[in-house]
């Protein structure tokens, strides 16, 4: 059975930091693109971060690029997302998701469900003061 559990996820003041982790099983986590993506409430789901099987060509979507670090750990089955200096609009749930393909999503094109293969059930984002 397939699971993608989030963690890491909680209330962060303007500018601070969190960092998600995901933890695989059920699958051959080593030969699967990892990815984050989030979505706020009435809103179509955004494309944050690519990283392929191998820890190589992390991608990020422009509205967190060096701000966000996305990594991984084949040998422990767990990607983690890095956030650093967090603002009010990275605000939302935050799902891990898995597939074979490495793909990027241009400009504000919204991720499908279908479009990959695995998905955890999402940690909360809140960035507030």
């Known amino acids: 059975q397939v699971q993608l559990v989030e963690s890491g996820g909680g209330l962060v003041e303007p500018g601070g930091s969190l960092r998600l982790t995901c933890s695989a099983s059920?699958?051959?986590?080593?030969?699967?693109?990892m990815y984050w993506v989030r979505q706020v409430p009435g809103k179509r789901l955004q494309w944050v971060s690519t990283?392929?099987?191998?820890?190589?060509?992390?991608r990020y979507s422009d509205s967190v690029k060096g701000r966000f670090t996305i990594s991984r750990d084949n040998a422990k089955n767990t990607v983690w997302l890095q956030m650093n200096n967090l603002m009010a609009d990275d605000t939302a749930t935050y799902y891990c998701?898995?597939?074979?393909?490495?793909?990027?999503?241009?400009?504000?094109?919204?991720?499908?469900?279908?479009?990959?293969?695995?998905w955890g059930q999402g940690t909360q984002v809140t960035v507030s003061a």
């Open positions: 059920g699958f051959t986590f080593s030969t699967y693109s």
């Open positions: 998701a898995a597939d074979r393909s490495f793909t990027t999503w241009a400009g504000n094109r919204a991720v499908e469900p279908s479009d990959l293969s695995y």
């Open positions: 990283l392929e099987e191998s820890g190589d060509y992390p």
